[in-house]
Nanobody
């Protein structure tokens, strides 16, 4: 599976942004696709995950209620809609996939086999 992430940019606090992650290659039927982020000087952290087959989702507490993960089957794309952005959301955002997984048990980096290249989100005050 190859992943291509895009959609990052510079926004002001309180604004919204939508990231996209498009997958190519093998089937996603049993896959979990997740988003992680890495802020400057910090370790990469889990953001959200979605089960491709049934669209069930899981979120990190830090973004719950502000971010929404979704998927579009035909486009083989997973989205991360980010609303009410905060300065502390500034990070490089990565999408990742594991061929077979459980959406509510895929919060560690080492559970994912495939990674996109990252897209930078900068939130200014």
């Amino acid at each position: 599976v190859q992943l291509q992430a895009c959609g990052g940019g510079l926004v002001q606090a309180g604004e919204s942004l939508r990231l996209s992650c498009t997958a190519s290659g093998d089937s996603l039927s049993s896959a979990v696709v997740g988003w992680f982020r890495q802020a400057p000087g910090k370790e990469r952290e889990y953001v959200a995950a979605i089960q491709w087959s049934n669209a069930r989702t899981d979120y990190a507490d830090s973004i719950k209620g502000r971010f929404t993960i979704s998927r579009e089957r035909v486009r083989r794309t997973v989205y991360l809609q980010m609303n009410s952005l905060k300065v502390e959301d500034t990070a490089v955002y990565y999408c990742a996939a594991v061929a077979e997984g459980d959406y509510n048990n895929c919060i560690r980096e080492d559970e994912y086999d495939y990674w996109g290249q990252g897209t930078l989100v900068t939130v200014s005050s």
